[in-house]
């Protein structure tokens, strides 16, 4: 088309034999590192390349005080409803963002009770909560000052919300080689047209590469005749998925699903036990790494070194605990690989008895958040395992009974083998 797409004879985006909406197939064999589309730079849609960019540019400093979206969220409020746009046939593409079906356009009362332990319905809360306070903090302040772009009765909270979720499924970030400057803003989000056609599995097949020029889309492995084409969106857990792009791999097709245990769990479980000063130890716990949670993959913990530190504080005695207080140094005496070993999979039988227990009690008190009753079933005797093995009601549920039922049921599974692992 007019934005110079170029599109490999051996692939076409079709609505059929895909597993969502749109989706890539193959029409032919394709070797290993085959281009299988390329995206020019000018064809990518950003706060630059909007009509708007201007008026984004003169409003730089009070833009700056907002997230990093705001910017392109204008451009797409503009964009999207203007019918001169330049971005008219990518956008118009598009006709509901609600069928994205992410838990934020799910009732409050439905994310809290099929979502529940998940963390998705807290994670929503604060999107929304930022949304609104977005929306009424800085965009319409904007758009009611520049009449020639926007409209507040057109470019409603609404319609900023479903922008939202467009953003969140499709945008991407430049991958720039110096990630770890730490304090470098986030790279702008922007959306890429034919990018955004294609699903996302763990097990891919083909990546996005950058380049000064353009965005390709590589094969990373043969792909035969007939094979959807997958991209990846990176290595997600389900809920993050869900949250992000509303969708699930069924279970246990995602091999990177994960589930967290809040740090505060190991607390609580180390209670059972007869461990000195325990709420100083926590304390200083909070100080030294923040309350972020442990987070389990089906190998084992993705969080060792985390975890590492949380386990060897409860357990110090107190003469041992003292003096690292004392000496507010922390000696790393195990090396990382040493530490990743320990608490994979593999490694966690042979952890020491008291280690054992507390990420034991930990994972027991995470399980326990799923239902109202806060009880734990056996994993024989849960009624989301029975469900899965039945496919008759399986096949009943409603989409997002099913997707949820993938992120529960995902999470619940390491933690049952987790519970395992530490008998
Ligand atoms: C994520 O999934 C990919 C593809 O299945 C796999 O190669 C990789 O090891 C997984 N990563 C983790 C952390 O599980």
Known sequence: GQIGLELNEKVCVGLEGTVAEYGMLAKEDIDEREVLFTVPRKAILHQ?????????????????????????????????????????????????????DHPMFWSKEERDTLLKGTGIPEAVNTDLDKIHKEYSDVVLPLITKYSEYWTPNIHTLDLYTNLVAFVMAYRLEDDDEDEDEEDKAPNPPMMV??????????????????????????????????????????QMANWQLLHMYGFTEPFPSNSNDTVDIPVSNFFTAARDFELSLLDEKWRLLNQIEGNDAIIFGNQG?????????????????????????????????????????????EGLPKLKTIWK??????????LSCYTESNEVAEEKDDPDKMLMEDKKSLAKLSSRQQRALHVRYGQKSILHKLLELTN
């Open 48 to 100: 630059e390349s909007s009509k708007v960019s201007g008026v984004l540019d003169k409003e730089k400093i009070t833009l700056d005080s907002a997230s990093s979206w705001v910017p392109l969220l204008l451009a797409l409020l503009h964009e999207y409803t203007s019918p001169q746009s330049f971005w008219r046939p990518y956008l118009s593409l598009w006709n509901d963002f609600r069928k994205l």
């Open 193 to 234: 047209p034919m990018a955004d056609m294609l699903n996302h599995v763990a097990n891919h097949n083909a990546q996005l590469e950058f380049t000064p020029e353009s965005l390709k889309m590589v094969s990373i492995r043969p792909i035969c005749k007939g094979e959807e084409v997958f991209n990846t969106y990176g």
């Open 301 to 345: 913990c993705l969080t060792d070194s985390t975890l590492n530190t949380v386990l060897k504080v409860f357990c110090m005695s107190q003469e041992e605990f003292l003096d690292l207080k004392e000496n507010e140094g922390w000696e790393e005496d195990n090396d990382e690989e040493d530490t990743a070993t320990a608490l994979s999979n």
């Open 357 to 366: 227990k507390l990420i034991h009690g930990a994972a027991r008190l995470t």
